[in-house]
Every structure is written in C-alpha cells, then in structure tokens.
C-alpha cells in the first residue's frame, strides 16, 4: 500500500489515438515519453537600481537529470537549490532585477520548443480544507481527464492513485488546514504528488519535499519519488541536509554552494571518493549527506574558520570545473535530437482540450459547496457573530420610540446595521481568498479550469451560505429595536443587508485578488471600507465636501445599503411633535437629510452595480496577475567560450 506502482497514463488529448496510447500506457509502466534534461552555463544574476550585477544566485551552473533516476540538488541554505529548481522547471517568477541567462535543452531540442508535461510539488501543499482526499483526488481527476472516460474508469484510476501514493488509510479524512486537523504533513505532500501526477508529467520536480516533516514521513515521500523515478520519470528534488537513508535513495546529486557547482553526478559512493580524490576523507560511519553538507558550508565559528572554510569550497569548486572542463569540454548541450520522440512529446502533450464551460462549472460548484458548507468552525463564528452583534445593538437600540430624538436613533441604528453587515462579510472574505486564489493559480496554470466558471460557481455556491448571515442579523436586530413593525418591510430590511453582504464580499475578492498576501489583503481591505463609511450617508453630507470627493458616496455600498433601509424604515412613519419646526413624518426626515427622491428599488439595482464591478476587477485582476516567468536568455556573447566557472 505504501508505494506507488508504475505511472498511469490519462491521454492529454481526447481523440482516439491518445485513448489508445493511454490505454496500452495505463498500468503498463513507463508509458510517459522519457525526457532528458540538460542545462549548461545557467546563470542568474541580481542586480542593482543601477542594472548593475550585485550578486550571482547561479553561476555557469550545468548538469543534467535523465529519466528513471531521482536527482537531488543539494546544499546550505541560500546555495540556490529553489532558483535552479525553478529555472528547470521554467517557473522563476520574472523579476526586473533578475538577468537569466543559459542553455536548457529537453531531448536535445531547446525548452523555449516547448512540449514536455512537468510536475511541480511545491514546499507549501495548498488544498480546499473541507474536501476529503479521495474528493480532492477526484475532482483534480474529473477536471484533468478527457470526458470519453467513463465514471467507473475515472473511479478505479482515483482509487488506483491513492493505493500506489499510500494514501488509502486516509482517503476519507478531510484535507483540513490550521482550524480543523486533517491529514498528516506527509500525506499532504503525498497528496500533492497525486495530483500532479494525473497529468502523466514526464519529469517530476518537488521543493524540498521532507520540510516540516519527521524523519518517518520524510522517508516514505522520498520513497515515493524513488519509485516515480524507477517507473520511468525524471525526478528532481531539491533537498537541505537528508538523512543516511535518504541519501541512500538518490542516483544523482548536484551539489551546490552559493550559486555554484561543487559537484554533479551519481550519488552514493561516487561523490565521496571524488572527494577523497581532493584530500577529503568521509570519516567511516558518517552519513555521506553530513559529510557533504560539511564540506561545503561556511563554519562561522570565528574568523579563521570562516576564511579555511572559503577557500576550501573555492578550490572544490575549481577542481570541478577543471574536472567538467577535461572531461566533458564546454559541450554540455550536445545530445542528439531524437525525431521520434520529439513528435511524441509534442503531440502528448499540447493543448490539452478543457471541459466545457458547463461541466467545468458543475464540478467548481460541487466544490464550492462543499468547502462553504462543511466549514464548521467559519460558519459557527460567524453565526455566533451575528447574534451578538444584534443583541448589542438590539440593546442598545432597544425598542425605539416615535419621540424626534428616535430619529437620530433610526438613522444611527440603520447606519450601523450597514456598516457591520458590510465589515463581517468584508474581513471573512478577503482573510481566506488569497489562500484560495494560490490554489486557483496552480490550477489554472495546469490549465484545469478557465476564470470565467470559477467565479460564477464560487458567487453561486457561496449565496446560502452567505444570506444566512445577515439574515440572522436582522432576524434579531428588527423586532428588538422595533423598526417599521410590518412584515414586508422586515423582508425588505433583511433584502437589503443580504444584497450588501454580497457587494462587500465581491469587494474582499477585489482585495483578495488584488494584494499579495493575507495579511496585507486584511489591512487593505477594512481602510478601503473605512472610506465608504464616512461617504455611507450618515457622517458627512456629500453636498458639504469638496467636488472631488463627490463621486464617492455613488460607490460607497454603505452609502446605498443605508439610504435603502432608511427609506424603507422612515417611509409612513409619523413621529411626535412638540414644536412647530419639528419633523413629523418620514418623509421630511429623509428630505432633511438628503436621502429622499429615490426608491428602493433604485439603492437595490446601485447595489447590484457595485457588486457586478467587484466581481469584474476580480475577474480582470485574476486574469492579469497571472505568474509570470523569467525568459531563459542565450548567455552573452563573451561568455560563450569561456571556461565554465570565471
Ligand atoms: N527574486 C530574488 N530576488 C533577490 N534574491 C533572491 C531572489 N530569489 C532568490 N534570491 C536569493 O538567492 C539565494 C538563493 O535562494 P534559494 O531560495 O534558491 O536558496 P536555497 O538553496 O533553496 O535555500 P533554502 O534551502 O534556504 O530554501 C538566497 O540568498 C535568496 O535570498
């Protein structure tokens, strides 16, 4: 149950030869088309404002991972592993203060051909919380596999998935996050590998994949990987410092320190003899990985150690690219092209046909759902909330009278019951979907979904769910405060703060989409609202501001949720009169203060407006922020007869 068997192969096309390749592939073993990939002279560079080079974070670094062998980059913190995973991976993100330079070759054709299926475990396993596995799984395989597969096939590929990544124990376990406790790290990890592998990558890469894990967990990840690699994958990890067993399981290492190549080739016993070649003996019983890790780490223990240890990893560094000089020259990129497989490659694995917008549709939906209604912890917070909030101001509100004081008390109530509708739906939105607009990247960068059923799904799914809330409110604010006491107007009131609750949510997602981390979507988000409170009608006369603040209030959801309650509260209500000049009806109060002339009707249709262009900044923003790459640049012009290292 532990290991995963050979590679499965979903076709990446649904016409009838990719069903017969996955047919003759599925269960078979090694139906991926194996990919060689050879980097040379990979060089990236950090620059200054200036566009000055300040520092190297690769330098003429080269190598290459064949198929069917797990290879591990290894070295201190900060010796470049992830940016080298990265760049073999095509996935740096583009940084104007980055120059990437080198050659990149899979099967001997250039990467910028394009053509071979990767998979990327990243260090951080993202997933909905709420799914089990075996849902996670399933959906990752409904949105990836062609639709001529029929469910039960669809099923036994799942639950073949699961037995050979050892995930069959927990298959029925949510996911869960840090509020509810799912599966172990490890699972996560393995979890993460599974869904990669529904797209038959031919070369797997994972970012440290033990961190975080215990010694155990670690082993039977890296396990997996071994297995992935003997069933035919090209498989590159990058690794800190692994333990014995771990090491063990490497055929190839690449060893680097701070941005350069201290070693590339087999692993195991090759590297300590190489090494032992140069003067440096592994002591006997010591893991080969310390040894190494040792050998090319800074000892910052006092001056002296610092300067021998230095000079020690420069002359390993030297010696090796003198090695890498003799024995391979500067020809690191010549394989042959192999015709065949090029064609094969390509055609496996080019535009991968989506479902249709319906189907894709139908299954976010399922998914929304799921993780909206099975958040026990969210929900049960934001119920208790709602009760609180309108208890405090239902007491303090308490049943309102007529008397012309109760007007300033109606407007400040309904002002109030704006604002927290609009702040409880803001801050829940924007605290959980920059996680999920990560997870929502990953997908789409697969190409497993498009925007457009995303949202819709999400803004349909969620609506139950996210009506609930204000209804509570209002539910216990309104005959607490004994507001306009008819039952149309009460379904009015309660109209209107669910309508804002989901402009305020659309407006989160805009924030959410918008900035880059929870937290700073969580500071940006209540000062952006902060603005809309004080143009919410209540606070400041627009008349009184300065013309260019006007535009405001007709942005303001606040603005328009409070001008439909007070319509609705105030219309045909007569108040007590103990002087000429007081107001008496509902009517002058709302003219006095300017929120007269419009029906409610119109605040309603305002409202959907404001949500309608939430949702298409969301959408926009989504679409713009997509993750960008940095260009892999032929190395410059002085450079190319170089030795390797300068
Ligand atoms: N986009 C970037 N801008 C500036 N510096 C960067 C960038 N990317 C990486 N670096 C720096 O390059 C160095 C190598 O980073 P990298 O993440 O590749 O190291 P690593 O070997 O994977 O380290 P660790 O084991 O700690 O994850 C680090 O010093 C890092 O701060």
């Given at each position: 149950i532990a290991g995963p068997g050979p590679a499965l192969l979903p076709p990446a096309e649904d016409t009838e030869t990719d069903e017969a390749d996955a047919e003759a592939g599925e269960g078979g073993g090694?139906?991926?088309p194996p990919v060689t990939i050879r980097w040379a002279r990979i060089t990236c560079a950090l620059k200054n404002k200036r566009g000055?080079?300040?520092?190297?974070?690769?330098?003429?670094v080269s190598g290459e991972a064949k198929p069917g062998r797990l290879l591990a980059l290894m070295g201190?913190?900060?010796?470049?592993k992830t940016t080298l995973l990265n760049v073999l991976a095509g996935q740096l993100a583009a940084s104007s203060s980055l120059h990437l330079s080198g050659f990149l070759y899979i099967n001997g054709r250039p990467i910028s051909k394009g053509g071979y299926k990767i998979a990327f475990v990243r260090q951080e396993d993202l997933f909905f919380?709420?799914?089990?596995v075996r849902e996670t799984l399933s959906l990752a395989a409904e949105l990836q596999l062609?639709?001529?597969?029929?469910p039960e096939r669809k099923e036994s590929y799942v639950n073949d998935l699961l037995l050979r990544m050892g995930l069959v124990n927990c298959a029925d376990s949510i996911v869960g996050d840090a509020k509810v406790r799912g599966i172990s790290g490890g699972e996560k990890k393995r979890l993460s590998l599974a869904c990669e592998l529904i797209a038959s990558p031919s070369v797997i890469f994972a970012d440290e994949?033990?961190?975080?894990?215990?010694a155990f967990q670690a082993e039977k990840v890296m396990e997996t990987l071994r297995q992935l690699a003997q069933d035919g994958h090209t498989v590159i990890c990058s690794i800190h410092q692994p333990r014995g067993s771990v090491y063990g399981k490497f055929d190839d290492i690449v060893l680097l320190s701070d941005g350069e190549t201290v070693y590339m080739g087999p692993a195991k016993e090759e590297p300590l003899t190489y090494f032992s070649s140069l003067g440096y003996q592994c002591p006997d019983h010591m893991n080969p990985a310390e040894f190494l890790a040792d050998l090319i780490s800074?000892?910052?223990?006092?001056t002296e150690s610092v300067q021998s240890s230095q000079k020690r990893i420069e002359n390993l560094i030297e010696a090796f690219s003198n090695k890498s000089v003799v024995t391979?020259?500067?020809?690191?990129?010549a394989i042959p092209e192999d015709p065949e497989l090029s064609a094969k490659l390509v055609r496996k694995t080019t535009v991968k046909k989506r479902h249709g917008w319906w189907r894709q549709f139908r299954l976010l939906f399922k998914r929304a759902w799921m993780q909206a209604f099975r958040d026990g912890p969210t929900n049960k917070v934001r119920s208790r909330m709602s009760v609180a909030s309108a208890v405090i101001f239902g007491s303090v509100f308490?049943?309102?009278?007529?008397?012309?004081?109760s007007i300033q008390d109606r407007m400040g109530l309904l002002q109030v019951a704006a604002i927290n509708t609009a702040m409880a739906a803001l801050t829940k939105t924007v605290g959980v979907f920059p996680k999920e607009r990560s997870i929502v990247d990953r997908e789409r960068a697969k190409g497993s979904y498009a925007l457009g059923p995303y949202l819709s799904s999400k803004l349909l799914a969620e609506i139950p769910i996210g009506a609930a809330f204000p209804l509570i409110f209002g539910s216990i604010l309104y005959p607490m405060a004994k507001l306009h006491p008819t039952f149309s107007r009460f379904a009015k009131f309660c109209g209107i703060v669910t309508v804002e609750s989901f402009a305020a949510s659309a407006m989160g997602l805009t924030v959410g989409a918008m900035a880059p981390t929870t937290e700073a979507a969580m500071a940006l988000g209540p000062s952006l609202m902060t603005v809309f409170i004080v143009f919410g009608?209540?606070?400041?006369?627009?008349?009184?501001?300065?013309v260019i603040f006007r535009w405001i209030p007709r942005i303001s959801l606040i603005r328009w949720a409070f001008q439909g309650l007070c319509i609705n509260e105030f219309k045909g209500l007569q108040f007590e009169q103990q002087?000429?000049?007081?107001?008496?009806?509902g009517e002058q109060a709302l003219e006095r203060f300017s929120l007269?002339?419009?029906?409610i009707a119109d605040t309603l249709v305002a409202q959907g407006r404001i949500l309608m262009f939430w949702y298409w900044s969301t959408y926009l923003l989504l679409k713009k922020n997509r993750p960008k790459y940095q260009q892999l640049l032929p190395p410059l012009e002085q450079d190319k007869n170089k030795p390797q290292v300068e």
């Open positions: 090694g139906g991926v000055e080079v300040a520092r190297f974070l690769l330098s003429n201190p913190s900060g010796s470049g919380s709420q799914l089990t062609p639709d001529l597969w029929a994949p033990t961190t975080g894990l215990d800074i000892d910052y223990g006092s391979e020259g500067n020809n690191l990129i308490w049943r309102m009278g007529k008397s012309q004081t009608g209540y606070y400041v006369n627009p008349d009184n501001t300065p002087h000429s000049y007081d107001i008496q009806t007269g002339g419009i029906r």
